[in-house]
């Protein structure tokens, strides 16, 4: 029980910051396609991807096992 | 009614004084219907009714007697036609019969589910105790059997739990005055960073079956466990603390373990000022090379070699890898068993900047990634390690008052074994050693004295300035101090059961407990990191996506060439590091445990978070009488001489007739003449009259001291005193008539007397806005009498000692919040029922542990001093809070570029972050301890 919720939380942490960092993605390369010289450097992007990435890492990994121990439950 | 319904009771009676007094009682009994047999014992305070259960009932009786002017206690077992012995002790409430529920078949469990506990019952004293604890139990719905077996104190109670709750059963067994004792444990923790670490424990331990409360102090280290042993071992806890990457040890000997507390909090105030030394002595010049890149005409003085980026990452990442540390392995350790604290929102910002600063030192990133951060790591980890510093050398300090107690006890003792002295260690004394005392030494245990006479000075437990002066067979307290003679005590109480140990038990368990306003904090400090990073997230996303771009970040004077990542970054970690969960979890305990432990001092244990918080709303109070606002004990008060004689006359008669009398009537008229140097020599005759007086003989004339129909009985007229007689008796007084031979030549009275500060408590009381009630099981006359001179002006007279708990539910339903201050056995229940419950010092054990408050002190203005105490406790719990939800509230939006829109520029900085949140924290235990200086006497 306790490892399928870690595993479960991994795992549904990792899906749920990389669809944050996807978004993050979109939404920069958006902003960039309509000009002639672009806002955010490749640099801007795949720094803010990390640190995106990190952020939703940590809070996706508090709330999802508390979800997951509930379903399971 | 057949002979089978003829039940023996034995009831307590309080207030008989004389033989008049037992015929009182006897004939108020005997008048009630359906009572076989009465016989009075004037030396047990009690009376052995004999009724037909068919025809009368013990209330009946009980109202029989109070209306006749006494105090109904506590019926001290029921018999049923049996000849059992009543025992000595007496049970704290009793379950009026009900053969509905006594013969209540066992239900069986239809759906198989059902469960069987365990429970440790205190306060039981005998074997109706068992029996109305199964009553009241087995009335439950839900409960399938109970057995309650009185020697082992144990309670095998079978229910339904979807009828009814451990919880339920407990609360029926507390609310007839027992407690219920629960195994409980205490460990000492060991790697706890911030309050939410404490959270973290408490969330982990309470996952596990058969913890039923946990209660973690960040602030002492230490975890205090309510727990089933049968379902859960220490062990199980230990290896759960663990678990998530604390250490946690069991404690032992109160003074091995302050020992130890003491080396590891020296250890980490050592630890921290190392960490600050490297810290500061890196952080400036790595400020200094940093800050010289973009203000080089401003900061000249700076060697070049220190803007250098590479030089700059050498010196922080030694910040990073020595003061630094700790906060990566704290965090490394919390991700690795799913928690979150403190370590991980510094890590987080810290980590970010120094990595952005290495990546734009040695690779091209391009345009706007030409500025590093150096300067905000190494500062960031300075300015919390500073923090750190100051939050281990303040964090001691609210913990003084246990510190001061273990303090006062004595190392060695000197005790008699076969017939020599010898010294031997405090802990060696076992009871029943006879330990002998030199004047200045401490004692080392409790005990009682059995040769020779002192006076000690107990103010370190009683508060009492004046040392008392201990005669053979007076109760000696461990840790009080021999002033003048040498004497010899025989050991009653020693190790944990010494009132000093009992003292510090309570004010540690009282410290470690946590007051209802601390769950509002305990929400958030909960919740707060993973808000504190979703908001950190958001605020990033907004500056990168919009803020850069709609405020010209990049064309801004403090900004200007800045990357739209690296000024999104900045924001969200001046966001991150800003925030303070610390402040939010150390408001609450850091009052808490200042204010319990001023208590202390002080001779008032409050007994937890809950009576501290709700003592400050109390607005009614009720006192007990006999005992509580009185002295319990019979006083002279009046003596009136006729025309012809004088009071030292009378008095003097009166005394030479009761000198061979035992009752307290007696003895306090003997004892007023004495008060009076009058020298009462012996009679040369005496004679007790039931019910009546006494009749004693000197110098050939005949005493007579007594009531009105000895007087009337002897032929002596009183017409002249019949009017002083009757003011003494409408003040609630005892009036004694004294006739010498034929002649009624005055009057004595007695009555028991109020405390000497119960006046001046009430008054106080009163102008807090309190409204006082006095509760009594006295007639209304003398109720009255009492309270009038006490100023009290609601008086509840005629309660039964089992009616008290319901007198309190009634002003309860009032909407009152009502503290009732008591002493006796039967006013457990009362303790219990009132919302605060205090018990005075010389209580019996079970009213102290039914109350919330417990003043050690017999003084009633310490009831005045405990609210203010709690008044003065919230005050600082509700300061501190709006501190700590205040700077965060406040902090937060501004760390997160709020202002950036009309002053182009950050307020805060992170650096300037760090030392606001570094601050936070030592500003709330620094306001904690400003409640040492504030007077509650």
Redesign the interface.
């Known amino acids: 029980m306790k490892g399928k919720t870690?595993m479960y939380?991994l795992i549904a942490s990792i899906v749920s910051s990389i669809v944050?960092v996807v978004l993050?993605l979109a939404?920069?390369l958006l902003?960039n396609s309509g000009r002639a010289i672009p806002?955010?450097?490749?640099?801007?992007i795949m720094?803010?991807m990390i640190?995106?990435f990190?952020?939703?890492m940590?809070?996706s990994?508090?709330?999802w096992?508390g979800i997951i121990e509930k379903r399971l439950k | 009614m057949g002979s089978d319904t003829i039940m023996k009771e034995t009831i307590g009676i309080f207030g008989m004084t004389c033989m008049h007094c037992h015929k009182r009682v006897k004939d108020a009994i005997s008048k009630v219907n359906g009572v076989k047999s009465v016989d009075v014992s004037l030396a047990n305070n009690s009376a052995t009714v004999e009724f037909d259960e068919g025809v009368t009932n013990l209330n009946a009786i009980n109202k029989a007697v109070t209306d006749a002017g006494y105090e109904v206690g506590d019926r001290k077992i029921t018999l049923s036609g049996s000849q059992e012995k009543p025992t000595d002790k007496s049970c704290p409430v009793v379950i009026e019969e009900d053969k509905e529920t006594v013969e209540k078949p066992v239900e069986h469990d239809k759906s198989g589910a059902s469960t069987t506990i365990t429970l440790k019952i205190s306060g039981m004293t005998c074997a109706a105790c068992a029996a109305n604890i199964e009553k009241v139990t087995r009335k439950l719905k839900g409960v399938i059997s109970s057995t309650v077996n009185v020697s082992i104190e144990k309670a095998s109670i079978t229910y339904d739990p979807s009828r009814v709750s451990q919880k339920d059963i407990e609360n029926a067994i507390k609310s007839i005055g027992y407690g219920i004792v629960k195994d409980k444990i205490s460990f000492d923790v060991g790697g706890m960073t911030c309050a939410a670490c404490a959270q973290n424990i408490e969330k982990v331990l309470k996952k596990l079956t058969g913890v039923e409360s946990v209660a973690v102090n960040f602030s002492l280290a230490k975890a205090h466990v309510e727990y089933d042993s049968s379902l859960v071992s220490a062990a199980d806890m230990i290896s759960a603390i663990e678990g998530i990457g604390y250490t946690a040890s069991r404690k032992v000997d109160k003074k091995e373990s302050e020992d130890r507390e003491r080396k590891a909090r020296e250890d980490e105030i050592k630890k921290q000022r190392t960490n600050l030394i490297i810290a500061v002595g890196l952080g400036i010049p790595i400020a200094l090379g940093d800050m010289a890149n973009m203000f080089s005409n401003f900061l000249w003085f700076v060697p070049s070699f220190l803007a250098d980026n590479r030089v700059l990452f050498v010196l922080t990442t030694i910040v990073m890898l020595f003061p630094g540390r700790q906060f990566f392995v704290g965090t490394y350790k919390g991700?690795k068993h799913?928690v979150?604290d403190m370590n991980?929102l510094i890590a987080?910002g810290t980590g970010?900047a120094y990595v952005?600063s290495v990546?734009a030192t040695f690779l091209d990133?391009?345009?706007?990634?030409m500025h590093t951060y150096y300067d905000t790591a190494a500062l960031l980890i300075t300015f919390i390690v500073l923090g750190r510093y100051l939050e281990a050398t303040t964090k001691g300090k609210t913990s003084e008052a246990i510190r001061k107690l273990i303090g006062l006890q004595a190392k060695t003792a000197r005790i008699i074994v076969e017939g020599v002295e010898k010294d031997v260690p405090v802990e060696d004394v076992k009871v029943d050693d006879i330990v002998v005392m030199r004047p200045g030494e401490k004692l080392p245990v409790d005990g009682v004295v059995s040769e020779g006479v002192s006076a000690v000075d107990e103010a370190m437990i009683t508060g009492e300035s004046i040392p008392v002066e201990k005669n053979p067979g007076d109760t000696v307290i461990g840790s009080t101090i021999n002033k003048s003679g040498s004497f010899k005590f025989k050991a009653t109480k020693v190790g944990s059961d010494t009132a000093l140990a009992r003292i510090i038990e309570l004010v540690e368990n009282a410290q470690t407990s946590k007051a209802p306003i601390q769950k509002i904090a305990d929400v958030v400090a909960g919740h707060f990191?993973?808000a504190v990073?979703?908001i950190?997230?958001l605020a990033?996303?907004f500056w990168?996506?919009i803020g850069?771009?709609m405020f010209g970040v990049a064309g801004s004077a403090a900004f200007a060439g800045v990357?739209?990542?690296l000024f999104?970054?900045l924001i969200?970690i001046t966001v991150l590091v800003i925030s303070c969960p610390c402040a939010v979890g150390l408001a609450t305990p850091a009052a808490t445990m200042v204010g319990t432990g001023k208590g202390a001092e002080n001779g008032i244990l409050i007994k937890g978070g809950e009576p501290l918080e709700m003592a400050h709303k109390l607005n009614t109070i009720v006192f007990d009488k006999t005992g509580t606002l009185t002295r319990g004990e019979p006083v002279l008060t009046d003596v009136k001489s006729s025309a012809s004689h004088t009071e030292e006359e009378v008095l003097r008669m009166a005394a030479i007739a009761e000198k061979g009398s035992e009752h307290p009537l007696g003895e306090a008229i003997v004892k007023g003449a004495a008060s009076r140097n009058i020298n009462v020599p012996d009679a040369e005759s005496f004679k007790a009259i039931a019910g009546h007086g006494v009749e004693a003989g000197f110098g050939g004339k005949r005493i007579l001291l007594g009531t009105r129909k000895l007087m009337a009985d002897n032929g002596i007229d009183v017409t002249h005193l019949n009017a002083s007689m009757e003011k003494m008796e409408n003040d609630g007084k005892t009036a004694m008539l004294i006739g010498l031979d034929k002649e009624a030549i005055g009057i004595v009275a007695v009555a028991d007397t109020l405390k000497e500060n119960s006046k001046e408590a009430v008054d106080r009381l009163h102008k807090m806005g309190i409204e006082v009630v006095m509760i009594t099981g006295d007639n209304a006359r003398t109720a009255s009498a009492i309270a009038k001179q006490v100023g009290i002006d609601r008086v509840l007279a005629e309660v039964l000692p089992q009616d008290k708990a319901s007198e309190i539910k009634k002003l309860q339903a009032e909407g009152k919040i009502v503290a009732m201050v008591g002493d006796g056995i039967n006013d457990a229940p009362a303790l219990t029922q009132s919302d605060v419950g205090i018990a005075m010092g010389a209580g019996t054990d079970v009213a102290m542990e039914s109350a919330g408050i417990v003043l050690i002190k017999n003084d009633l203005l310490d009831v005045v001093a405990s609210i203010r105490l709690s008044k003065l406790t919230m005050s600082k719990i509700k300061q501190n809070l709006f501190w700590a939800f205040g700077y965060n509230t406040i902090g937060i939006p501004l760390a997160a570029g709020i202002l950036y829109p009309f002053y182009h520029t950050i307020i805060i900085t992170p650096a300037v972050a760090a030392a606001f949140m570094a601050m936070s924290s030592i500003s709330v235990t620094t306001n904690s301890l400003l409640l040492k200086r504030s007077r509650i006497k």
């Open positions: 870690g939380s944050i993050f939404l920069a902003k806002l955010y450097t490749d640099v801007d720094a803010g640190f995106v990190i952020l939703s940590i809070v990994a508090s709330i096992p | 991700l799913g979150t991980l987080t970010a952005v990546a990133l391009g345009p706007g990634y990191i993973l990073h979703v950190a997230l990033f996303f990168f996506f850069f771009e990357s739209p990542f999104s970054l969200s």
